[in-house]
């Protein structure tokens, strides 16, 4: 890991969690990504402006932290662009099969002790090693 520091790791999980909080208690919400993106196709128009406001904060958020440290983070992509693109339609296929994301099921639905968010997200994280282990050890990649 480059660039790790455990205090700003402690703050942007504070962060999120204080934000998650926030949504389920004053809006009664599961702040699941995919969820609030989907539903957000056919929701009502009462419902949709939180959601356009919890997107809208998605996208620009990194915009913001631009504005304060007055650059804008480097980003290094270390696969090629069809490794991701194919990685990105695995995830959403896989959000699809799991009823949800990492966020939905791994911050909200684990604290919130969901037997279904915990086995959605041990699959994950298994997932997710088993993909590490086969790209890095197997293929060499």
């Known amino acids: 890991m480059e660039h790790f520091t455990p205090v700003s790791a402690l703050l942007g999980g504070v962060m999120i969690g204080l934000a998650v909080s926030a949504l389920l208690l004053l809006n009664g919400r599961i702040a699941g990504i995919s969820g609030i993106l989907g539903g957000s196709l056919e929701a009502s128009k009462d419902d949709l402006l939180w959601r356009i406001f919890f997107l809208t904060g998605l996208v620009l958020g990194p915009w913001l932290v631009t504005a304060v440290r007055g650059r ?51 699959v994950f994280f298994l997932a997710a090693a088993i993909t590490v282990f086969i790209t890095h050890h197997v293929l060499g990649a």
């Open 72 to 122: 804008f983070p480097e980003i290094v992509m270390q696969a090629p662009l069809l490794i991701l693109v194919v990685a990105g339609v695995l995830v959403g296929f896989g959000t699809r099969l799991g009823k949800g994301c990492t966020s939905g099921h791994g911050v909200c639905g684990v604290a919130r002790a969901s037997p279904r968010s915990i086995v959605a997200t041990v």
